[in-house]
């Protein structure tokens, strides 16, 4: 009998893990380094996205007129384009994401320095942009296990408001919005998402990312009444 619910134990996991995409290999996780790697995919995927958010940004403040009273228009309307899609998957798509998401910030940022201004005063599109990417390359390679994978934003929020915001639109796509992702951020991947969300929205250390105090667990766990 025990031989027996170990080996249905076994042949359930597998089959889990093929119906949600994680793999053993994505518990080893995929690190932002393998993105700068000489020669790699994640590499020319990490570059390939970089380019495209350059053209993204470059297009968008353009039609804007370039006029720094447009600054907040520009992250909401960076932040309702839907992300790009790589050519490739695995590595390469989710460094693509990387690439993709930290010239973004990068971008935004050069905007608002030739604006004088030295903090993001858009809450909830920072949450938004900041989820699509932690969602997109969660999705190309069965998860993720580094919070950094992404980079922070350069710029601090303008206040406490909108580091809440922010907080809330990433919890919000993440778990409702952004079809698939809500897998990737509890269980055996809470803590990198929480993780993610603080860092990216520059939450204290003393406020909850859940409010609900949901403690994640081990993938096992989260079907534990059927092994």
């Known amino acids: 009998m025990f031989n027996l619910r170990c080996q249905t134990k076994a042949i359930l996991l597998v089959a889990l893990a093929a119906l949600t995409g ?10 932002r380094a393998n993105c700068f790697a000489p020669g790699s995919a994640g590499n020319m995927g990490r570059m390939m996205g970089t380019r495209n958010a350059q053209r993204i940004v470059g297009a968008i403040w353009n039609r804007l007129g370039g006029t720094c009273d447009q600054l907040d228009r520009l992250a ?22 990387l690439g993709y998401t930290d010239e973004l910030w990068a971008g935004i940022d ?5 604006c004088g201004q030295a903090c993001f005063n858009a809450g909830a599109e920072v949450g938004n942009i900041s ?13 993720l296990d580094d919070p950094g994978f992404i980079s922070q934003p350069p710029l601090p929020f303008c206040g406490a408001s909108l580091v809440m915001g922010c907080k809330s639109e990433y919890v919000y796509v993440a778990t409702q919005e952004y079809p698939g992702c809500n897998l990737f951020t509890q269980g055996f991947f809470a803590n990198t998402f929480d993780n993610s969300v603080r ?29």
């Open 76 to 97: 909401q309307i960076i932040s309702e384009t839907p992300v790009a899609r790589p050519i490739r998957g695995g590595e390469f798509a989710a460094c693509f994401y």
């Open 131 to 143: 989820a699509q990417g932690y969602c997109a390359a969660s999705l190309a390679v069965g998860g």
């Open 22 to 31: 994680i793999s053993q290999e994505s518990y080893a996780g995929i690190r």
């Open 199 to 227: 860092q990216d929205c520059f939450v204290p250390t003393e406020v909850p990312i859940r409010p609900h105090g949901y403690s994640g667990g081990s993938f096992e766990s989260q079907f534990a009444d059927i092994l």
């Open 110 to 114: 050069r905007v608002y320095d030739s």
